[in-house]
């Protein structure tokens, strides 16, 4: 009797939780919508990461591409992106700018719902997954992916798949969803180095073609297309500079480095320390990787969670593809620490809140950026996670909580 009523009263707790999250998603839905259509004459909706995207595409259709990495490609945005970026953005392109974002807003929508698809289908079912489902639909990053028509829904989307695929034994499906991230460099790097360390062979191999292949893509741009590009992504336009110059507000960044800005200010021995703490982050990624047995839902999360963490550079709306590690561990509470995991959700909650409070309430638009810190905390729960497993398969007693 008390076993069902316990299991009774969990599952309100659960139905309840999942009418707050479903509110949340349609009233923040219902608001963005409002919103769109009440700035669509404003220069502030013009000056969206979409409309730099999709300005960069008609440059591309009308053979006016030579100088986008020389100028901006709206106020107060610069392409970044390799080459070969340009050709999905030229596909939409030719629409009239209100519809093409339209188009990109379906997109991550779709894309977004696929990635939930594709978790549904990999993950254990300890818990219930609409709670993820709906959380995602629901969260800040989620809301922010649509306003600014970035594309993180498609980043989460092939992250989820490379996890999917991986967990199938499907090697070159593997390779072709780290490859897509080759659109990102600055994610691939990390991805590829799991794909070394836990010896997917065919799935690196099918990476480094389809890398090969989007490189070669861009022969018809010529080679200066690269000059520029590696000119911007070296030194000459570097986005840190952007926020130490105050341009690019810290706390917008989720990274480890925007966190040590927030405690330390700017300086070298700031960016040296966030230099080492990345190199760090990247080899207790691999020694998880190597040292658990084979798991690939827990290894692409310490992925995803790693490549977040050492970034230079990773906005807010990028928060999206921390669905797969909050999923990864949602759904399988058996295996992760429940006083720690408790404790991690408290301070994601509390930093949204918080800076949600500041930002809107009070009007502060000086903050700290906090969760680079959450993500170190993370990535050092999930060790010690990994530590604890493997005294427990060498038949030793854990004392990791």
Not at 105 to 125: D, K, Q
Request: glycine letters at 8%; proline letters at 5%.
């Amino acid at each position: 009797m008390a076993v069902t009523e316990m299991s009774g009263s969990r599952s309100a707790r659960l139905r309840a939780l999942h009418l707050f999250l479903a509110a949340i998603a349609f009233a923040g839905a219902f608001t963005w919508f409002i919103l769109v259509w009440r700035n669509r004459a404003t220069a502030e909706f013009w000056q969206r990461d979409w409309f730099c995207l999709w300005s960069v595409g008609r440059r591309l259709l009308t053979g006016e591409w030579r100088s986008v990495y020389r100028e901006a490609c709206a106020p107060g945005y610069l392409w970044l992106y390799p080459p070969y970026a340009m050709y999905p953005w030229s596909g939409i392109a030719h629409l009239p700018p209100l519809i093409a974002y339209a188009v990109v807003m379906v997109g991550s929508i779709v894309a977004t719902a696929a990635a939930m698809m594709l978790l549904a289908r990999t993950l254990p079912r300890e818990r219930p997954f609409e709670t993820v489902a709906l959380a995602t639909f629901g969260s800040a990053a989620f809301n922010a992916t649509l306003v600014t028509g970035q594309h993180a829904a498609w980043l989460l989307l092939a992250i989820t798949g490379a996890m999917w695929a991986a967990s199938r034994n499907r090697s070159v499906l593997t390779g072709l969803f780290v490859g897509l991230l080759g659109f990102k460099p600055n994610w691939v790097v990390v991805f590829v180095l799991w794909l070394a360390v836990t010896r997917r062979w065919k799935a690196l191999l099918t990476t480094a073609t389809v890398g090969l292949v989007l490189v070669a893509s861009t022969i018809p741009l010529g080679l200066d297309i690269w000059r520029d590009y590696l000119a911007a992504a070296t030194g000459r336009i570097q986005l840190s500079e952007w926020t130490a110059a105050g341009d690019y507000p810290v706390w917008k960044l989720i990274t480890v480095e925007a966190f040590f800005r927030s405690l330390f200010g700017e300086g070298p021995g700031v960016r040296s320390l966030s230099i080492l703490t990345a190199i760090g982050i990247v080899l207790l990624a691999a020694w998880s990787w190597w040292r658990r047995p084979p798991d690939p839902t827990r290894q692409v999360a310490v992925a995803t969670i790693a490549v977040i963490a050492a970034n230079p550079y990773v906005s807010f709306y990028d928060a999206l593809v921390l669905a797969l590690p909050a999923a990864v561990w949602w759904t399988a509470p058996s295996k992760y620490a429940s006083r720690a995991r408790v404790g991690i959700g408290i301070c994601v909650v509390g930093v949204w809140m918080g800076q949600w409070i500041a930002l809107y309430a009070l009007r502060l638009s000086e903050q700290p950026s906090l969760t680079g810190g959450i993500l170190l905390a993370w990535l050092a729960l999930e060790t010690l996670v990994t530590r604890r497993e493997g005294e427990l398969s060498a038949g030793r007693p854990s004392a990791v909580p």
